[in-house]
């Protein structure tokens, strides 16, 4: 198995701009190699500035935690067993729009999403990830 | 009293790493000396990555704050004494799994082990600690 | 003036990679707008992952200094005027690479590639700058 | 190919700290995957605190660059072409010390000794290197 090369992350960015355009969305998207490392990136026009570092970090987070961002948003709440994760490990997100890229089980990378609400940034990541397959 | 020695650091982690296969559970495990500072440290396979940081930074905060990092929880929860106390001291560790090492009651490191639930970091930790007497 | 488009700096990153593929050096090609921030980014198959953030630099570099990062060499060296300024305004790279973008004498962006010498990268830069006019 | 596995990590540490017995110099041994993150450490009895960040520095620098420390030398020196790069890319160590670990030609992961001379570190990882095969 070889990483995921830069043609396949950039058909994942594509389809992911399809669906932010078909919701109406600028985004910023961003996919990284199975250690974290970004392989490519592209903000859409209009899409906001704070997203780029937010995108890249969903990402990396997916691979660091192996499990989609959106998985975190309830171990991390006040009073839940991992109150406090998001300043670990260098800062992670713990809300929706990073999830893990896989081939045949085999975890490749991750895709990030994010200048939209939640439910958008994880649609347009679900839109990248399709692409892989 | 000299300082906890490599070889007493590594059967701690063997240790561990037994709990952890009879578990199920892939750990990352790290023991720090008196001073915070790394002995030695073991990445399971299957162990998530984050975890790195979040172990080595659990034994970090059970030397830093002289307690286990489980005793914190309820200190820094919104409305609490301590609120906020994470992001201090260069990031310290608020949930369980950083346990101090002692030899007649005299702290000589401390063990810090993360990738699973709370109670399976507790777990293996204490079984780390078990081996030390 | 509007603000570099998402699809201009991408054929500026296509072209670029052009060149890298011409030379046969794979490189980390990162476009920014004229506030430093990140538009579009590609790391080539084999290229190495130190340069994902040092492309990225070379091209905020740029827009911080209003030049290329090539004419801050000679600047900083030990016993010169400005000797100490990479490690200033976050992080700043000394040595060829970065290079502004401009659209009628007016900036718009910069382009930061690396992983090969600092010629290749200069040459690569230099493609991907000839894409814009 | 599967990442680089927590026992032959062990074994390449072991095969270090024999090493680093045999020419009398405590060291710090990192190894890291091929994503330049932490799989076992070991701080030797009497190595100074310093060297694990060094240790496991150097090694992720090996992964990042794709190149022994060692060769990172002159290529920073004050009016070299990489002047400054030791400040990039999070910090890197510019010196020996620091080797890629690699497979049938696949780099799967880096080793990284520090605490002695900068020959006595580049022995040790060598002896390192020499137990994965």
Chains 1, 2, 3, 4 share one sequence.
Do not use: C
């Amino acid at each position: 198995m070889t990483s995921l090369p830069l043609a396949k992350a950039q058909n994942i960015i594509d389809a992911a701009i399809v669906k932010a355009n078909e919701i109406g969305q600028p985004m910023n998207i961003a996919v990284v190699d199975d250690g974290g490392h970004l392989i490519a990136f592209a903000r859409m026009d209009g899409a906001i500035k704070a997203s780029i570092d937010i995108s890249t970090r969903k990402a990396r987070t997916s691979i660091l935690m192996n499990a989609p961002t959106a998985a975190l948003s309830d171990l991390v709440q006040p009073g839940a067993e991992l109150y406090g994760l998001e300043q670990l490990s260098g800062g992670l997100v713990i809300f929706g729009g990073g999830i893990l890229l896989e081939i045949d089980g085999t975890v490749v990378g991750a895709i990030g999403v994010s200048a939209g609400s939640v439910s958008q940034d994880v649609a347009v990541a679900e839109a990248g990830v399709a692409a892989l397959s």
